[in-house]
T-cell receptor, first 116, second 110 residues
Framework: DAGITQSPRHKVTETGTPVTLRCHQT?????MYWYRQDPGHGLRLIHY???????DKGEVSDGYSVSRSKTEDFLLTLESATSSQTSVYFC???????????????FGPGTRLTVL | RKEVEQDPGPFNVPEGATVAFNCTYS??????FFWYRQDCRKEPKLLMS???SGNEDGRFTAQLNRASQYISLLIRDSKLSDSATYLC???????????FGRGTSLIVHP
């Protein structure tokens, strides 16, 4: 299994509070991603990173920010949590393969976030 | 039209059956294709990449049909443990962001 951990694994918080989720990898992969997964919507990309301090928005980035100060860590922050952000959050990593194309993604175990 | 589409199912099959899922994609520039398996309340895990010539891994066979723009996953001799959601992912050559389908649910019953 790819060396990806997420913390916390479960969190319950209240509307309006800030929340930070952490993704940590030991694979030294350049590319990291944050997804949310909800019934009926599948996996939706929130933000991604293509290197230290290089990040960009995905399709559902409103209300989220990210930071990547080290190769191994990618943080996702909900600036002011809302009930619509109750979801399962997955981090993923990938790297360029020998052919130069980006290899497949490997996912972390997920964080279940409930916003009351 | 969604970029990547899958029949959500569920597909209910008895043990030992053969079952096949398709995943259609709309971007003709797509070059990389993958099947993932996701168990309930777990992360997606790579099942297999899909190569142009098709590929097989034990009871699982993946194929690509570029002309009709779909990939398929065939599972032979289904086991109870095959029950899961199967996600397809499609990526263009220059991108490092795949597009995922919403998944197909498979239930294998005794």
């Amino acid at each position: 299994d790819a060396g990806i951990t997420q913390s916390p694994r479960h969190k319950v918080t209240e509307t309006g509070t800030p929340v930070t989720l952490r993704c940590h990898q030991t694979e030294n992969h350049r590319y990291m991603y944050w997804y949310r997964q909800d019934p009926g919507h599948g996996l939706r990309l929130i933000h991604y990173s293509y290197g230290v301090k290089d990040t960009d928005k995905g399709e559902v980035s409103d209300g989220y920010s990210v930071s990547r100060s080290k190769t191994e860590d990618f943080l996702l922050t909900l600036e002011s949590a809302t009930s619509s952000q109750t979801s399962v959050y997955f981090c993923a990593i990938s790297e360029k393969g020998a052919s130069g194309t980006i290899d497949t993604q490997y996912f972390g175990p997920g964080t279940r976030l409930t916003v009351l | 039209r969604k970029e990547v589409e899958q029949d959500p199912g569920p597909f209910n099959v008895p043990e030992g059956a053969t079952v096949a899922f398709n995943c259609t994609y709309s971007n003709s520039a797509s070059q990389s294709f993958f099947w993932y398996r996701q168990d309930c309340r777990k992360e997606p895990k790579l099942l297999m990449s899909v190569y142009s010539s098709g590929n097989e891994d034990g009871r699982f066979t993946a194929q690509l049909n570029r002309a009709s723009q779909y990939i398929s996953l065939l599972i032979r001799d289904s086991k109870l443990s095959d029950s899961a959601t199967y996600l397809c992912a499609v990526k263009t050559g220059g991108s490092y962001i795949p597009t995922f389908g919403r998944g197909t649910s498979l239930i294998v019953h005794p």
